[in-house]
């Protein structure tokens, strides 16, 4: 589901609740941009529903939501799109456990983290089995940190259970008064239900039912939660706040000059308990109730109804700034850049290739305007605004058999003619549709008619994987997870260890580029939605991909710099395409844009990851221009030796994303 090379995401200050912000040292700080909150409908519906009209529709793939109710929105992209997609249910991990269903119950489980040199592994583990008959599953509703499934029987509904991100209970409420078993032998023990996995201890406990060993005997209405009592936890505390039940969630934010994400849970009366990441805990000193180990890190427990937590805000930039190149540096920009331009070749048709290609071009012509090419500027002025026109015609593929989009009927959402790395069933469309609107919010930066002209599809690309809130046409940001702040690559998740990203850093162009698109068409509260989750996926990105800090318990025995695979249920030193170190860094460095602050900041950390991603080749190989713009990074020593490479870089070590000239103005624009 990956494709070839990805981003470093940069892990920003963290704090909870109004605890204050300290800034990595040396990043820049950002250019401002248009304040707003998750309030606000950020794409007008009837313009939208104008744009799709014109554009047409057509079925798509079937993606067998076979469980799913009918009237709902297909969640491609989520953290539970494998309850939902193909034959048989995949397990998920809603932070800290695991979870799955079947044709007898449900199960679920703390996974068991272990480290090893290349992987570490919190795989599904369902210790406790839940015998409910012989049950059919479907999701049934969701929002945004949570997901509702029913079990039936036939015509008749047996109960549902509600997951959530960041609670520690698993809660099934029967519909009708009813048995249901546990594999397990739950003991009384401190006036409290448990069993024992080693040190772990298990908890149920039951409103309007009667526990015995192996099962609870359930009234109508009757509810039963299981939870693991937290390390350094209290039972007894536990089981309180499992008493008031959540019965509904929202993600918040509000954008100025740094981000505040709320996460509310809704609760039946009370406060409930609450698991934090490492990435949401900065000051959480109010968090007592013991902690959770996961493959992300400790996680801490708390008391209460919100999480929250801010993060600074990063530049969106349409180009490198080349203001103080001298004139050798210019002139040698034009040598390249005409070569650059002689050796093009036609655009590709798909939607990664060919927005790669945008992009490219477009930071091909901010270089020829700053450098003084004219000539060269009009001509991929042209070339580039031209193929934006062909990708944005308001009739999309009714006509045209490449280079097009068209709205999926059957999935709900946009896709183009030509697919590649399974876009077509919905795999990273905020990686493909990134570079479109990165390239588009560079083009029409100062030219408000092309802007006008391409922007019914362009919106629609947006819409696709960023809408807020959700319409009959599209689902509330597609791709985006708010609690793990992060992005989810896989259309369906058909895998046992849930839904996955790699090229974290192509998810973190998405919003930069989102953000520059927005701002050229004029649309304050895309924009300031855009800021947000710049700022989260670039914060979430350092913390799990390529800054994590290697202090906490879970990286011992782990043998390398950056995880370059992220799934719910393990995190790898691998990637989809490559097992070569080059790939495992610079998957997490493309297209670095001029908007790539987030990969900075920490130089020591900065030589240790290209280390480790130039160990088998040095930096003559494939990705060998990504690796040297990321090395630049970490001081003037290093852009110098940089710079040296790159003037004898063969053109095979250059990524389409980029260009020889780009990559010798990005080491010239760092100059001291």
Known sequence: MRRLLAFVIALACLAVGLAGCTRTPGQNEPTGGAPGSSADTVLDPAAVQAAVDALGSAPGKDLKPNRLAPGLLPPTNRWFSGLVFGDQAQPVFPMPLSFGVDGKGFSLGLPTVTTSAKTIMGSYKPLVQVGLGTPSWQVTGYDDLSVTLTASNGASKLGEIRLTQGSPFITYTADAAQRVSTNVAFVQSGGQWTAKDGNTTYVVVADNGTISQR??????????????????GDAQAMAELAKPKITGTKASYEVGSDAKTTLTYETSGGPTALALEPHQQGAASSCTLGTYASILGTMKVCSGNEISWTTPVYAARTQLDLSRL?????GELKT???ADLAAAKPYPADTYFGGKALFRDAQLYTIAKQIGATQQADSLKQKVTDSLTRWTTASGCQQAQAFCFSYDSTNKGIVGKTASFGSDEFNDHHFHYGYFLYAAGVMAADDPGLADRIKPVMNLLAADIATSPATELFPQRRVFDVYNSHSWASGTAPFADGNNQESVSEAV?????????ARASGNAKLEAEARWMHALEAQSARAYWTNFDKSQPVYQG??????PLVFGGKRDYATWFSAEPAAALAILLIPMNPSSDFLGGDPARIDANVKEGTASGGFTQQYGDLMLMYAAMAGEQQRTAALQQARS?????????TSKTYLLAWLFSLKK
């Open 215 to 232: 099962g609870v005997d359930l009234q109508a209405r009757g509810s039963v939660t299981f939870f693991v009592v937290p390390e350094g």
């Open 326 to 330: 001298s004139d050798d540096e210019k």
């Open 336 to 338: 390249a850049l005409d």
């Open 509 to 517: 162009n998405a919003w930069s580029g989102l953000t520059l698109w």
């Open 558 to 563: 782990f043998g390398h710099e950056v995880t």
């Open 649 to 657: 870089l063969p053109a095979g070590d250059v990524d389409d994303s």
